[in-house]
């Protein structure tokens, strides 16, 4: 995908918008709308969110759900499990889990919790790294009061790749810098892709600005000042997420 954009760049088309739509809009759409899905994947009804390395495996074919059970590729289970273990010492001695632990060790640590108990539901015979998970020691994360930034931290991800991608293809961010109004900037595009899936009551066009803006930030929000300190290594997810988006088969309303 990042190829069409520098051939692009580097020839006459003019429409950079229908461009962007057709290499970046529609695979978003359809990701976001197997997100939503798998956010409500055997939960009973409630929401559980995920992280960009979560997408990954996801869209890599590495974890895959039948309908029943969750089926992992070898060596994912220990990996799955790994990547819980910061939620799982602090259940295991009854930290505070939801005070102290971040969003994405948090959001780790319930994947694993999440697929050990769907599976040992049915009497699938868990890894040995996934047993623990299942036990009532991993207790449930309790949420504060107040919006829950977990959702948006994929969700962010894509929103700012895909609007680093509209910006390369000469679109401007925001509305107020667009060259003329007859055409669309790149948060609009962005959170038309959100809406398109469902998902604009949740991600919105202000949503967006602020995914962007978040990596310029030379205030003093901790939060925006870490997510700078991070750009390189969310940078290069975006040449991942070229390819990721591109995997996913399409959507079919279900």
């Given at each position: 995908?990042s190829s069409?954009?520098?051939?692009?760049n580097s020839?006459?088309?003019?429409?950079?918008?229908?461009?962007?739509q057709e290499?970046?809009g529609?695979?978003?759409?359809?990701?976001?709308?197997w997100?939503?899905?798998?956010?409500?994947?055997?939960?009973?009804g409630?929401?559980?969110?995920?992280t960009?390395?979560?997408?990954?495996?996801?869209a890599?074919?590495?974890?895959?759900?039948d309908?029943?059970v969750?089926?992992?590729?070898?060596?994912?289970a220990?990996?799955?499990?790994?990547?819980g273990?910061e939620?799982?010492?602090?259940?295991?001695s009854?930290?505070?889990?939801?005070?102290?632990?971040?969003?994405?060790?948090?959001?780790?640590?319930e994947?694993?919790?999440?697929?050990?108990?769907?599976?040992?539901?049915?009497g699938?015979e868990?890894?040995?790294?996934?047993?623990?998970?299942?036990?009532?020691?991993?207790?449930?994360?309790q949420?504060?009061?107040?919006?829950?930034?977990?959702?948006?931290?994929?969700?962010?991800h894509?929103?700012?790749?895909?609007?680093?991608?509209?910006?390369k293809?000469g679109?401007k961010?925001?509305?107020?810098?667009?060259?003329?109004?007859?055409?669309?900037?790149a948060?609009?595009?962005?959170?038309?892709a959100?809406?398109?899936?469902?998902?604009?009551?949740?991600?919105?066009?202000?949503?967006?600005?602020?995914?962007w803006?978040?990596?310029?930030?030379t205030?003093s929000?901790?939060?925006?000042?870490?997510?700078?300190?991070?750009?390189?290594?969310?940078?290069?997810?975006?040449f991942?997420?070229?390819?990721?988006?591109?995997?996913?088969?399409l959507?079919e309303?279900?």
């Amino acid at each position: 995908m990042s190829s069409e954009i520098d051939d692009a760049n580097s020839s006459s088309r003019q429409d950079p918008v229908g461009l962007w739509q057709e290499i970046v809009g529609d695979p978003l759409i359809n990701a976001l709308k197997w997100i939503d899905l798998w956010r409500k994947e055997a939960t009973g009804g409630r929401t559980r969110e995920l992280t960009y390395q979560e997408f990954c495996f996801r869209a890599n074919g590495h974890l895959t759900f039948d309908g029943k059970v969750y089926r992992l590729t070898e060596g994912l289970a220990e990996v799955i499990a790994q990547m819980g273990s910061e939620g799982l010492i602090r259940a295991d001695s009854k930290t505070a889990l939801a005070k102290n632990l971040v969003p994405v060790p948090a959001l780790h640590y319930e994947l694993a919790r999440h697929i050990a108990r769907t599976n040992r539901a049915v009497g699938l015979e868990l890894p040995k790294s996934l047993r623990v998970y299942a036990d009532d020691t991993a207790q449930d994360l309790q949420r504060g009061k107040g919006g829950d930034q977990e959702k948006r931290i994929l969700f962010r991800h894509l929103a700012w790749w895909a609007t680093d991608r509209a910006v390369k293809l000469g679109l401007k961010v925001d509305r107020s810098r667009a060259s003329n109004e007859a055409t669309q900037c790149a948060a609009q595009l962005v959170a038309d892709a959100f809406f398109a899936a469902s998902l604009g009551n949740e991600f919105t066009y202000n949503s967006v600005i602020a995914a962007w803006e978040a990596h310029r930030h030379t205030g003093s929000d901790q939060r925006k000042l870490k997510i700078k300190i991070h750009n390189a290594a969310y940078q290069r997810h975006f040449f991942e997420l070229d390819e990721l988006v591109g995997k996913l088969s399409l959507f079919e309303t279900r």
